[in-house]
């Protein structure tokens, strides 16, 4: 099992951006995929982006592409996630997950879950 801490976010202005982490620890990732989910009150929760273990693939959800980009240091069992442009429809709790494949891991079938960060985007 993978303990996943998720970091970076707070409160920004429509347009602005934020960097979130997500640590896992130390020896546990074993090279899994990991990715970036985001959920609102009331909402389902949303696919954002995913990151296979050599960093090659990866996927973004439709409505952040080209605003968010993922990224994963290996030797810093972190994974990360830039948000540029940021849009009031970010605002939501941002959740790290570790999963078997990155196919499954895009569907949201992880095998861990961080506790999640808040974001939240003022108009």
């Known amino acids: 099992q993978v303990q996943l801490v998720e970091s970076g976010g707070g409160l920004v202005q429509t347009g602005g951006s934020l960097r979130l982490s997500c640590a896992a620890s130390?020896?546990?990732?074993?090279?899994?995929?990991m990715g970036w989910f985001r959920q609102a009150p009331g909402k389902e929760r949303e696919f954002v982006a995913c990151?296979?273990?050599?960093?090659?693939?990866?996927y973004y959800g439709d409505s952040v592409k080209g605003r968010f980009t993922i990224s994963r240091d290996n030797a810093k069992n972190t994974a990360y996630l830039q948000m540029n442009n940021l849009k009031p429809e970010d605002t939501a709790v941002y959740y790290c997950?570790?999963?078997?494949?990155?196919?499954?891991?895009?569907?949201?079938?992880?095998?861990?879950w961080g506790q999640g960060t808040q974001v939240t985007v003022s108009s």
């Open positions: 130390e020896g546990t990732l074993n090279n899994r995929p």
């Open positions: 997950a570790v999963g078997s494949s990155i196919s499954r891991l895009r569907v949201g079938a992880a095998g861990s």
């Open positions: 990151i296979g273990w050599s960093g090659a693939n990866i």
